[in-house]
């Protein structure tokens, strides 16, 4: 850092002390923070959620959950994990790291900021709301869709069902105000001389996931009105004695469902562009290459979503395109993996917990890339569809893809942002127990689903109890093994080895210029690029 | 003066951010004509 940033920066009062500073703050560092411990709430109450469902799937028959509460915690654990917990935690890496990257004082619109986190505990506890009111008298029947909401069943589902939609709305909104924060700041706040090809990978995902926030998640609202409009003002969009179809609401919802895989999963893409190079002490392999394959998995993602409905009854030319076109995502997205095993080659790496995550996260993405190659090919789809092969695949997609690489983010940038480094040895047997817990619950799951489990069934047949009782210890080892994060993250915070400005012997790029932790106020002097 | 306090970036970044609210505005109008459209267009064959 120059002496001249330094000195400016003195020059400024520091935080906020009280309540104060996190209700009001415009700061972008705080509401990164605000959204990450937001984030990792709702991975609890999602967690807990999924355990309660393996739990009951230990055994066949009925032993601790009533079918419909069950298919309530199917619905949830869904809606809370990607909405609650994945996308929060994506936008406070965003938060906390793309003004830092791009040498920018704070993010374009600090209030607007504000906003965009504080209606999040308001959308997630009217989600957790749709949860808990069909326990109350009068409070009508559990939600039983699934986080699909497909019709006709959302349309006779009781008042929970209003407090879910309203939720969806409530964190679209948000998603909206933080992707239109974050493309102004990218556009308009980057350092004097930074052009768009010279930014942080982990800054171009952004970018491209918060585009594609702004096109799909529009268009779910506008899913969602329609269905609300079905139940209550007399409309017959998705009801057919009224004239309407409930297909056009799968349309609509996987139009936006399918990119939103790519929403969850590019800002991890992002940081793996940022822990491989470091660990491996080189360069990042084919940068133009690497926003290529970005830009084109967003196109292309856009123009698939019903693959996610084969057995709707399709014409034969519309599934032969929706087929040919997923099928052609796996390049951009091999693409991608290519160029980050070509920066480990020949590198010297060393495993630090972020690279062993990201060595993790290529091995079982691309595992769970190919069980996608196989579900996009529609004959093969037929068999599959609505099995446990399908939850083990988009599991074997988003935990490694999105979760794993946000866990990867965390310990890369954890000591930034605290000062301290963590504890390397209790991070390694996080990632370990972690990591071994996720296999041993979500790969027993393929062979269930080829050997005919469906999915969202509270009750199973005996033949497939052994690999079940396997998932069920895997998620119960995985899940409290969250625990054990929680406990590194708190020690983290509250001391350790202090940690120096370039925490990572390898890191590259103006976060690593700033001290650790970054002032209250950082690059309120533009910082000078190196040419 | 610093970034943050620049009048005209402060202009800059309230219109484009009132260019990209317009844009998901126009997502989520055209949505309902769209894809009611598009159903029917796949529906009736392409005809």
């Known amino acids: 850092m120059s002496t001249a940033t330094l000195a400016h920066e003195h020059e400024h009062h520091g935080p906020p002390t009280g309540l104060k500073r996190w209700l009001f703050s415009t700061n972008h560092k705080d509401i990164g923070t605000m959204y990450l411990v937001f984030a990792l709430t709702m991975l609890f109450f999602g967690g807990a959620s999924a355990m309660l469902i393996r739990a009951e799937l230990f055994m066949p028959g009925l032993q601790l959950l009533e079918p419909d509460l069950y298919n309530n915690l199917v619905t949830n654990h869904a809606l809370i994990m990607i909405f609650g917990a994945v996308m929060p935690a994506a936008a406070g890496l965003a938060n906390w790291m793309i003004p830092l990257m791009i040498g920018a004082p704070d993010m374009a619109l600090p209030r607007m900021n504000n906003l965009s986190f504080w209606i999040l505990p308001a959308a997630g506890t009217m989600l957790i709301l749709s949860f808990v009111v069909p326990f109350?008298?009068?409070?009508?029947?559990q939600i039983n869709t699934g986080w699909t909401l497909y019709p006709p069943l959302s349309i006779q589902v009781g008042m929970s069902m209003d407090f879910l939609i309203f939720a969806i709305h409530l964190l679209g909104i948000s998603s909206v105000l933080a992707s239109i924060n974050i493309i102004v700041t990218i556009f308009n706040m980057r350092a004097p001389g930074m052009r768009m090809m010279e930014m942080p990978i982990f800054v171009w995902t952004w970018l491209v996931t918060a585009f594609l926030l702004?096109?799909?998640v529009p268009v779910l609202a506008g899913g969602v009105t329609m269905l609300l409009f079905d139940r209550h003002f007399g409309t017959s969009f998705f009801n057919a004695a009224g004239g309407g179809d409930p297909v056009l609401f799968q349309h609509l919802f996987w139009f936006f469902g399918h990119p939103e895989v790519y929403i969850l999963i590019l800002p991890s893409m992002g940081v793996l562009a940022s822990v491989i190079p470091t660990f491996a002490r080189k360069p990042l392999f084919g940068y133009k290459s690497l926003v290529g394959a970005m830009l084109a998995i967003a196109t292309i993602g856009m123009v698939v979503w019903a693959h996610h409905q084969y057995t709707i009854g399709m014409s034969l030319g519309a599934v032969s395109y929706f087929m040919i076109g997923t099928i052609i995502i796996s390049?951009?997205?091999?693409?991608?993996i290519f160029n980050f095993i070509a920066t480990m080659w020949r590198g010297s790496m060393t495993f630090e917990t972020p690279m062993l995550f990201a060595v993790g996260i290529i091995l079982m993405f691309t595992f769970g890339g190919l069980t996608g190659v196989m579900l996009a090919v529609v004959p093969a789809d037929m068999q599959y569809h609505d099995s446990m092969f399908v939850v083990a695949h988009f599991h074997y997609v988003l935990m490694p893809g999105a979760v794993f690489g946000l866990f990867a983010g965390v310990f890369y940038w954890l000591p930034k942002w605290t000062g301290h480094m963590y504890d390397e040895r209790l991070a390694k047997t996080f990632f370990w127990v972690?990591?071994?817990?996720f296999n041993v619950t979500f790969f027993p799951q393929h062979f269930l689903g080829l050997a005919g489990m469906p999915r969202r069934i509270v009750d199973y047949?005996?033949?497939?109890?052994e690999f079940n009782v396997v998932s069920s210890i895997g998620a119960l080892v995985f899940g409290l093994s969250h625990l054990l994060l929680l406990y590194i993250i708190i020690k983290t915070i509250r001391g350790g080895q202090q940690a120096n400005s370039r925490v990572w012997e390898g890191a590259r790029g103006l976060e690593w210029e700033l001290p650790s932790p970054p002032p209250f106020?950082?690059?309120t002097v533009a910082p000078a690029l190196k040419g | 003066m610093s970034p943050v306090n620049d009048p005209e970036l402060r202009r800059r970044n309230v219109r484009t951010a009132w260019l990209l609210a317009a844009f998901v505005l126009f997502m989520f109008l055209s949505s309902v004509p769209f894809w009611r459209g598009l159903f029917r267009?796949?529906?009736?064959g392409g005809g």
């Open chain 1, 136 to 141: 109350f008298p009068e409070g009508g029947s």
């Open chain 1, 214 to 216: 702004i096109l799909v």
């Open chain 1, 331 to 336: 390049i951009p997205v091999g693409l991608m």
């Open chain 1, 434 to 437: 972690n990591v071994i817990s």
């Open chain 1, 461 to 465: 047949n005996m033949m497939f109890t």
């Open chain 1, 521 to 523: 106020h950082s690059w």
């Open chain 2, 41 to 44: 267009f796949a529906v009736g």
